[in-house]
């Protein structure tokens, strides 16, 4: 609920001085309407705002903002005046000379915009960081799968070297028996051209001599 201008200085005047040793002791009271009103051994500062601020103030005080920093309508000036400024820096500050003010301004703001900088460096040194992160994977992706189809391939090639091994070897004891089978026949042949009343009906590749008789190799 907004105050009125009269609420907004009786508020004021009922603030009380209280003083502890050299520092300044703050103490918060309430007044009628629930708001908060900040005391200090040296007298209010809300003696240099205007009304139209002080009411502003007291409503964001009461209510609240809900607004975001980046609306159009915001308040920024009523809003930093009611949570970012009290009684006592302004105590504080009357007693510097613009000058020393002046230099603390811009030393804060110029640590600001260091501490902005060193931010910014940092987050631009993660980002490429992660894009070199990101280059990395996408490069072990491709060389996955690449090295995926040339294993398909070996796998090819192996299943192909084997069949044909198996064909060879299929052919070699083809040729090995053919080769056998031939040169058992001319050893016939020969056993007859010597010796023409010998019995060689019997004889054959698959048998062998045992104790002076023709027996089938056992396999």
């Not at 004021?12 to 309407?33: A, H």
């Not at 705002?49 to 209510?63: A, E, F, H, Q, Y």
């Not at 631009?124 to 994977?137: C, F, I, N, T």
């Not at 023409?196 to 019997?202: G, L, N, R």
Request: charged share 30%; hydrophobic share 35%; with cysteine.
């Amino acid at each position: 609920m907004a105050l009125s201008q009269k609420d907004i200085l009786r508020h004021v005047n009922e603030s009380e001085i209280t003083q502890s040793d050299s520092k300044l002791k703050k103490e918060r009271k309430t007044g009628s309407e629930g708001i908060p009103v900040i005391v200090s051994e040296v007298s209010d500062s809300t003696d240099h705002l205007p009304i139209s601020d002080l009411l502003r103030t007291s409503k964001l005080t009461s209510t609240g903002s809900r607004k975001s920093f980046w609306d159009e309508d915001f308040e920024h000036l009523a809003h930093g005046r009611a949570y970012n400024f009290s009684v006592v820096d302004d105590t504080v500050l009357s007693k510097r000379t613009p000058e020393s003010a002046r230099e603390g301004l811009l030393r804060c703001l110029h640590q600001a915009e260091a501490s902005s900088l060193f931010l910014v460096g940092r987050m631009e040194a993660l980002e490429l960081k992660e894009l070199k992160l990101v280059v990395d994977l996408e490069s072990a992706q491709k060389e996955m799968v690449q090295l995926r189809s040339e294993a398909s391939e070996l796998a090819e090639i192996r299943q192909s070297l084997k069949e044909k091994m198996e064909n060879d070897k299929e052919e070699m004891v083809d040729q090995l028996c053919a080769t056998l089978n031939q040169g058992f026949q001319l050893a016939l042949d020969q056993v007859k051209a010597l010796c023409p009343d010998a019995d060689i009906s019997q004889a054959a590749i698959t048998k062998e001599v045992v104790n002076g008789e023709l027996v089938e190799i056992d396999e």
